[in-house]
């Protein structure tokens, strides 16, 4: 008893060094901490909070016998991630075989759009962009709302395997995949749900088991076990602050240009040109434009998005620099292409600035002088045409004069009405009940 006790007070204090490691990413340069104020620092302490709530759940998740958990939540933002979106996962073994199954909430829509990805590895957890080498991660399988095979009901069920078997013709996710002469296990089954209709939209009922475990118990607690569930919550609260400070200084350049070609990937007030996501870990699907905001109090940003080859999904969206969407339940920081309005040329023009212009497709930046600009845009397939974007600084009593005549004025009741649509399906979306 005295070495087991020994042992996990052992492990406990270097779960809390680790969290000591964690916090210096709030605020040490060397750690690439964002230019600081105090919101800045505030808003990185919750931060940091969030990522401790996610390790826990992470470190005490089964393989054997999963469960899906959300990856991102109010209380648990990062990634620069997607308001639209539930970000869902669920911890496999890629060498067993699970079967999930999904249904639509009866009498509400489904999610506009989802994907399923069976990913080697989880973004961040080794604590460095060095990661984003080539043959580090990859994917066994991704099957998206374009290829999901629904019963009559909207229900469906995915086979998760190694390979496919000999005969089998449903919904498949391989977990094991050869790239070049590497061969990759999956570890993780990575779902997105996203919202166009946040009034009716709900997200789906879902379940995972694996194949084999009905009827078994997972084995019962020991000392060993606790002592690297301890250390290992320390571990992904560490190397995840420590990997996303170092993503966005370094390969996104978010702050200042940093290798001395003169720009910034991340550019000040503009979005890059449109690319897909690459091996740097998004959405498979996903095309993506990004930048930052940097407004004084009578400065706006006019976003003109044009795209060519209609989307499975898209939307916008702002963040503060720890990579934490903007409180988009409680203000409109965040638009998709159904929120949105379209102007009479087709194009859609998003007006990001700290107050009310009264235009439709107002994105606000809850007070934040600075923070990221993300545009994303879905295909299934490559489009033949990439979206495009045009961005112009101007003044707030401007505003109009950047925009085509006849947008029309959003009265006080109608944002009101937007907010209380926006502040229920989040609700429904998070709920813990």
Do not use: C
């Not at 560490?238 to 720009?263: C, I, K, S």
């Not at 988009?328 to 998709?336: E, G, K, T, Y």
């Amino acid at each position: 008893m005295s070495d087991a006790n020994g042992a996990l007070r052992a492990a406990w204090n270097e779960l809390i060094a680790q969290l000591e490691a964690a916090r210096e990413a709030i605020d040490d340069p060397a750690l690439h901490a964002p230019p600081s104020d105090e919101r800045t620092l505030a808003e990185g302490y919750r931060y940091l909070l969030g990522f401790v709530h996610g390790a826990i759940g992470r470190a005490l998740d089964d393989p054997l016998f999963p469960h899906f958990r959300r990856a991102i939540e109010p209380t648990d933002k990062s990634t620069i991630d997607n308001a639209d979106a539930v970000y869902l996962y669920a911890p496999i073994d890629g060498a067993e075989s699970y079967v999930v199954r999904g249904r639509p909430v009866t009498g509400r829509k489904p999610p506009h759009y989802v994907i399923f990805e069976t990913p080697s590895g989880y973004v961040g957890d080794s604590g460095s962009i060095a990661e984003l080498a080539p043959g580090t991660r990859a994917n066994g399988g991704v099957l998206d709302s374009a290829k999901l095979k629904l019963e009559p009901d909207g229900s469906f069920e995915i086979l998760l395997a190694p390979e496919r078997p000999a005969g089998h013709t449903g919904n498949f996710l391989a977990t094991r995949t050869q790239r070049r002469e590497a061969e990759y296990t999956s570890r993780w089954l990575v779902l997105r749900e996203l919202f166009y209709d946040w009034e009716h939209e709900d997200p789906l009922d879902l379940a995972i088991v694996r194949i084999g475990s009905e009827g078994a118990h997972p084995p019962p607690l020991d000392s060993e076990r606790a002592a690297a569930l301890l250390r290992r919550v320390g571990a992904i609260a560490n190397h995840q602050m420590r990997y996303w400070n170092e993503f966005y200084a370094v390969p996104l350049e978010t702050h200042r240009d940093m290798n001395g070609d003169g720009e910034q990937f991340m550019p000040r007030n503009d979005l890059n040109a449109p690319r897909g996501a690459g091996h740097w870990g998004g959405q498979a699907t996903n095309v993506y434009a990004g930048g930052s905001y940097d407004l004084g109090p009578d400065e706006a940003l006019v976003v003109e998005t044009r795209v060519p080859v209609e989307p499975a999904y898209g939307g916008f969206h702002l963040a503060n620099f720890w990579g934490e969407s903007h409180d988009f339940a409680h203000h409109q920081s965040s638009l998709n292409r159904f929120q949105a309005e379209p102007d009479p040329d087709g194009a859609q023009r998003y007006v990001v600035a700290h107050r009310d212009p009264g235009v439709p497709n107002w994105l606000d930046t809850t007070g934040l002088p600075r923070g990221f600009l993300s545009v994303r845009w879905a295909y299934s397939e490559p489009p033949a045409e990439l979206p495009t974007t045009r961005v112009a600084k101007v003044p707030f009593d401007a505003i109009r004069s950047h925009l085509p005549p006849g947008v029309r004025s959003v009265s006080d009741t109608e944002r009101r009405e937007a907010i209380r649509i926006r502040r229920a399906h989040v609700q429904r979306r998070y709920r813990h009940y």
